[in-house]
């Protein structure tokens, strides 16, 4: 920057001129690369926090059904096994029955 104003203040009126027309260009150059630079960081960075949530949401929402799914499962085990332990007792309970139905038939037979 120094070497321009020490140009500026050697060169003559026209050269000056031309001197300021390339500085206002080279401004505006930055002044667009600057945009374009924090434009595409701007992009980059809410593209990763867009992507941060949806990848949160995605891992919820996997946790959340392999939850749901186990205790399902928990659920539906203690159903089966509550089920076959009634139906064990309701067998035991006639197995029993028949046994001493059976016996009784027996002894009425002995006897006639």
Not at 24 to 49: E, P, W, Y
Not at 54 to 83: C, H, M, N, P
Not at 85 to 98: G, H, K, L
């Amino acid at each position: 920057m120094t070497y321009i104003r020490d140009r500026l203040e050697n060169q003559t009126e026209p050269e000056s001129v031309a001197l300021c027309k390339e500085i206002a260009q080279i401004t505006q150059q930055d002044a667009m690369s600057t945009k374009r630079r924090a434009t595409s960081a701007l992009v980059t960075v809410f593209g990763r926090l867009l992507h941060q949530y949806f990848e949160k949401w995605r891992q919820g929402a996997t946790t959340k059904r392999v939850q749901l799914d186990s205790d399902f499962k928990v659920k539906l085990i203690k159903l089966y096994r509550a089920k076959l332990s009634r139906a064990f007792n309701v067998w035991r309970v006639n197995r029993s029955a028949m046994v001493i139905e059976m016996q009784t038939l027996e002894f009425e037979e002995i006897q006639n």
